[in-house]
């Protein structure tokens, strides 16, 4: 029962006239310098490439999917590292003026592939902090600093654009009087 009211309080929240908005899905792609500390000890550190797409629930409240992918080598100990993840998150905004200040908590999985050394995925929680800075209605400069897992973990700290968009309204003339 308890359950039932909370969802039907979130709800009314999300839908009442103070903060109920358009939906906003955006797209974020940046590059990063990535630190790779899994559990044996083995640093690895690299660039890499992420990506988000996103949903702005509210001003408050939105859902993103992080990708990434390793693309150089910086120092290793190996050679050809790779390394990839997903992250679904849930994210908590602050937004003020021309700024967003954000934070992110989900579930991340990671693929690691060392050939010749050692091969470390896992699936862990994820959390981050980041901060956009719009230089238009709709596009913004993206800083951002993410850990994906606790005991290995993948750190990134990246610098990137966002843009915010609508997906197209169809209209159907029978429907609109």
Do not use: C
């Amino acid at each position: 029962m308890r359950i039932g009211r909370a969802i039907a309080l979130l709800s009314l929240l999300l839908t009442s006239t103070g903060w109920a908005e358009a939906p906003r899905q955006y797209f974020g792609i940046s590059g990063s310098d990535a630190l790779f500390v899994p559990e044996n000890g083995q640093k690895e550190d690299l660039g890499n490439i992420n990506a988000k797409l996103g949903y702005q629930v509210n001003s408050f409240v939105g859902v993103e999917l992080h990708l990434g992918q390793s693309v150089s080598t910086s120092s290793s100990n190996v050679d050809n590292p790779s390394l990839g993840y997903v992250a679904p998150m849930l994210r908590l905004t602050l937004p003020y003026d021309q700024l967003n200040l954000y934070s992110l908590f989900g579930l991340a999985s990671v693929r690691g592939d060392f050939p010749g050394n050692y091969d470390d995925s896992y699936s862990d929680f994820s959390m981050g902090i980041g901060l956009e800075l719009y230089g238009s209605k709709r596009t913004a400069l993206s800083l951002e600093y993410m850990r994906y897992g606790v005991d290995d973990s993948y750190k990134t700290f990246g610098l990137g654009v966002v843009h915010y968009f609508e997906w197209p309204r169809v209209r159907n003339p029978r429907f609109e009087r």
